[in-house]
């Protein structure tokens, strides 16, 4: 079945569902979707908080529903929605109760969000050479790529192909240099354009958190999309994270959006574990002189005026840029060169933090796991 026909089935089979006054669903104004992506399909209900008990039925059937569509082999359905009394906003928000943090990520011992207030500082090739040096350090690691509209996991660790579905119809992350690894850009075609508003959005992401097997792990690393939006709020709530680390260039444009990413995990009380100036200076391949590009010293400078831990500073050079477009990672191409040694020190000190943190975290050796 192609896309067309799937959606056809799939509202065909929601056209059964009827909302707790009777109005059907479909007809009711209240959907977001359905969304194929994959053989799984994603759907978002908008309800008000005093409704989310009597829609949790509705919810539920939903995504029967959607189960029971030929070649489909997972759904989920989302409850979003404002709370009585707020200003409407651009996009619904998830009603989202404590309890409700998947289980499913029972297994990971600590989950960290890698985020910055602004695209374009470098996040995504820090998250993955962040990731390959807790690898290095013996460690179980995972990487979630949540940038749902510009996915860069697949080129950065050059994965191919589409997960596979594994026991109770969960995805099973794709394996790249040791790491497990999950993206939206190993479910659709590299050219698709995502264009997907805040529910959906939302659906996907915790999709990725609850329905993808990550098994035991140490440490999962959610590689964040830019800003401070739909996103953002649905790994928060989504999940215990142990912490953030935040990613900005020395320029001052980077670090007032950086200080917004601050603020904002603050304000759901996640711990900063860290900040890391990328694309520090840079070394002429031809002269090697260092070239302060984007100012010096901007991003450590921040993490002192904000009391939080400033884990180190990371050059920008040739080879780390070929190497993330060749999907060889620094870490993972040359873990003892000057950039390896580099990352590796902050993975080293990124995992003391979370030690610290959880004292029952048993002590590992530097080998492979």
């Known amino acids: 079945m192609n896309d067309d026909q799937t959606l056809t089935a799939a509202r065909k089979a929601l056209a059964e569902l009827a909302l707790p006054d009777g109005t059907p669903l479909v007809d009711s104004g209240r959907l977001s979707g359905p969304v ?35 070649r489909i082999d997972g759904a989920i359905v989302a409850l979003t929605g404002e709370k009585k009394g707020s200003p409407a906003p651009s996009a619904p928000t998830p009603i989202v109760q404590p309890k409700s943090k998947p289980p499913v990520l029972g297994g990971v011992r600590h989950v960290v969000a890698v985020a910055s207030g602004k695209g374009g500082v470098g996040k995504s090739t820090t998250s993955v050479n962040l990731a390959l040096g807790l690898r290095a350090l013996g460690l179980k690691v995972g990487i ?3 940038d749902i509209h510009g996915p860069s996991l ?19 992350p794709m394996q790249a240099h040791g790491l497990h690894a999950m993206s939206m850009g190993l479910m659709v075609d590299a050219e698709t354009a995502m264009i997907w508003r805040g529910p959906m959005i939302m659906s996907a992401i915790t999709q990725m958190l609850g329905d993808v097997d990550w098994g035991e792990l140490d440490v999962l690393i959610i590689d964040m999309p830019p800003g401070t ?16 680390v935040i990613v900005s260039t020395p320029q001052d444009l980077a670090l007032i959006d950086a200080r917004r990413g601050v603020a904002m995990f ?3 009380d996640v711990p900063i574990l860290g900040v890391i100036e990328n694309m520090a200076h840079f070394i002429c391949p031809d002269c090697g002189s260092r070239h302060d590009v984007f100012g010096a010293g901007g991003a450590e400078a921040e993490a002192a005026r904000m009391d939080v831990p400033y884990l180190g500073a990371v050059p920008l050079t040739m080879d780390l840029r070929a190497a993330s ?3 060889q990672p620094v870490v993972a191409r040359a873990p003892d060169g000057p950039l390896g040694t580099i990352y590796t020190a902050m993975a080293e000190a990124l995992w003391s933090s979370l030690e610290d943190a959880d004292p029952a975290v048993p002590q590992r ?3 492979g796991v």
Do not use: C, Y
């Not at 697949?154 to 099973?172: E, I, K, M, S, W």
């Not at 739909?230 to 912490?243: E, H, K, V, Y």
């Open 325 to 327: 477009d060749a999907g």
């Open 229 to 244: 939006g739909d996103a953002q709020l649905a790994i928060a709530q989504g999940t215990d994270l142990s912490g953030a």
């Open 154 to 172: 697949p080129t950065l660790l050059a994965l191919h192909g589409r997960p596979r579905v594994g026991r109770d119809r969960r995805l099973l």
């Open 266 to 268: 603050r304000k759901v």
């Open 36 to 70: 194929r992506v994959g053989n799984r399909l994603s759907l978002a209900i908008s309800i008000n908080e005093t409704e989310l008990q009597d829609f949790e039925s509705v919810r539920a059937k939903a995504e029967a529903a959607l189960l029971s569509v030929p």
């Open 144 to 146: 979630m790529d949540a």
């Open 365 to 367: 050796q530097a080998q």
